[in-house]
């Protein structure tokens, strides 16, 4: 089992920033890959930003040039700075990271931390 921390949401004016940071523990796999997704209200989750253990990130076109993720394989931690924010950023955002062993790959959840972006 893996557990995922979420911190730094929060409220925010259009073109400020924030920092988001996730820390897990348990069983991680020495080759996976964390993420941040959101969910806006009446919206599917979607995918912000991942980065492997390897270090390939991966951005929605929404966010390519505003949000930088990044990670710490010593410390199981994976931050997303988020800079130039817009209102359409609102939404509660997911930590997520997925175990990958050959044909497997176990996906885990945290519980999420609001982003509010005012106007």
């Known amino acids: 089992q893996v557990q995922l921390v979420e911190s730094g949401g929060g409220l925010v004016q259009a073109g400020g920033s924030l920092r988001l940071s996730c820390a897990a523990s348990g069983s991680i796999f020495s080759i996976n890959t964390m993420g941040w997704y959101r969910q806006a209200p009446g919206k599917q989750r979607e995918l912000v930003a991942s980065?492997?253990?390897?270090?390939?990130?991966n951005y929605a076109g929404s966010v390519k040039g505003r949000f930088t993720i990044s990670r710490d394989n010593a410390k199981n931690t994976a931050d997303l700075q988020m800079n130039s924010l817009k209102p359409e950023d609102t939404a509660v955002y997911y930590c997520n990271l997925v175990n990958e062993r050959v044909l497997t790959r176990y996906a885990y959840w945290g519980q999420g931390t609001q982003v509010t972006v005012s106007s």
């Open positions: 980065i492997s253990s390897g270090g390939n990130t």
